[in-house]
């Protein structure tokens, strides 16, 4: 680092000493001439031209993204019961995450052609100027759970604009080697995990705040000490069955089974409890279980369904729980390949220009990249996520998942 660059840090932190301890300093835009008066507390509250403000948050933004992001783990989120113990956490790590996927954009060539891409980069951009003017020496925690959830409800469609952009990026670059290709499945791969683990935080965050300050007032926020997989695998079922139900007026079969280490064959009344966020897994298996709806349902009748029902299987021992999911549809070519696993295949890549870019997804494909983003949650699970397919015959989806015992966290 230079000379100049390291004074201009210094100095930086000293300008922004506030806007990251207590969010005190805003821009001069931020500040009503009404406000300016003997109701300001000078020591608490400093006036920034905003093209000056900008620039802090810029050169802030870039110094953030070169600091490395701490993993946070299940263990680490079940044990978070009071929002108010979260404040510090969500200060150092929910500003560094969205430095990062804005520094992410920007170290793509030619993004500001990319009207997806700017998008983006300016919603990052304004999050993590709400988040740096935040009050976090004497939180309002309403304040904190009113930004949080504006951020969220504005951040839905970030996986349909992220893959979106890159798409159109690819394409204007010409970019289609295969090697050129995997450079931006691990680019959209880094980005969108990113914001599993910032969801993660806010919506933990959301979750066990108090009903009075905006949040939902659960004891264990996000998580569940005791989530049953396998009710999370017959909820998944009768989602995916439904959304099948509306698109093609009818439903496949399936089965649900319990399987544990030490018995052989399916174990009745023997569920699976393990610590887990509930709603990652359903998303999981929504996602592999409409891919085997689909298949099922586009390759066989009335008659057949019944004699090639999709299985669902639940296997556990004492540190691992196995979901693998199982279909007789015929299976996947041989010549696809990964691309299964591509988001430049996706639907959501190469969709037109409808309202926010995407209009409404179809409910059986989605945005067409539900494969990779579920082999993200699975990651950021600490677990994994593989498909093995057999042409001709049909298709298995194997998940695998650390098992947090419920009583190392109660």
């Known amino acids: ?127 993590y100027r709400d988040l740096v003017l935040l009050n976090y020496s004497d939180p309002d925690m309403k304040e904190f759970v009113g930004t949080f959830k504006s951020i969220r409800e504005e951040g839905k469609h970030t996986i349909a604009l992220s893959a979106s952009g890159i798409y159109k990026l690819r394409k204007r670059l010409n970019k289609f080697s295969q090697q050129e290709t995997n450079f931006f499945d691990d680019w959209l791969d880094g980005f969108l995990l990113s914001r599993i683990g910032t969801n993660a935080l806010i919506d933990q965050f959301v979750a066990i705040a108090a009903k009075e300050d905006g949040g939902l007032g659960r004891p264990t926020g996000i ?62 298996m929504c996602e592999l279980l409409k891919n085997s709806f689909r298949a099922t349902l586009l390759t066989s009748s009335e008659d057949d369904m019944s004699k090639r029902p999709v299985r669902i299987r639940v296997c556990r021992d004492v540190h691992t729980v196995a979901i693998i999911v199982s279909d007789e549809a015929g299976g996947i070519p041989f010549e696809v390949g990964d691309q299964i696993w591509s988001y430049m295949y996706g639907t959501a890549a190469k969709i037109g220009t409808k309202p926010e870019g995407f209009g409404n997804p179809e409910n059986l494909t989605g945005y067409g990249v539900g494969l990779p983003c579920a082999r993200l949650y699975a990651r950021y699970l600490g677990g994994r996520l593989s498909l093995t397919s057999y042409p001709g015959y049909g298709t298995q989806a194997h998940l695998m998942l650390p098992r947090l015992d419920p009583n190392e966290v109660q």
């Open 1 to 127: 680092m230079s000379t100049s660059l390291c004074r201009f840090r210094m100095r930086l932190q000293v300008h922004f000493l506030h806007i990251r301890l207590c969010g005190a300093f805003r821009s001069a835009s931020q500040i009503a001439p009404s406000s300016i008066g003997d109701e300001i507390d000078p020591t608490r509250l400093v006036a920034v031209p905003e093209e000056r403000f900008q620039e802090l948050v810029t050169a802030e933004v870039a110094y953030l993204a070169t600091v490395p992001v701490k993993a946070v783990s299940m263990r680490q989120i079940v044990t978070w019961r009071d929002a108010r113990d979260m404040v510090s956490i969500i200060q150092r790590e929910v500003p560094r995450r969205f430095a990062l996927r804005i520094r992410l954009i920007e170290t793509l060539d030619g993004w500001q052609a990319i009207p997806e891409l700017v998008k983006m980069h300016q919603r990052l951009t304004r999050w």
């Open 223 to 284: 998580t569940d000490p005791r989530c049953n997989a396998s009710n999370i695998c017959e909820f998944a079922a009768q989602i995916s069955s439904y959304i099948c139900y509306q698109r093609f007026g009818r439903e496949p079969k399936y089965i649900v089974q319990d399987f544990q280490a030490g018995r052989v064959g399916p174990q009745d009344n023997s569920p699976c409890y393990f610590s887990l966020i509930p709603s990652y897994l359903r998303y999981i």
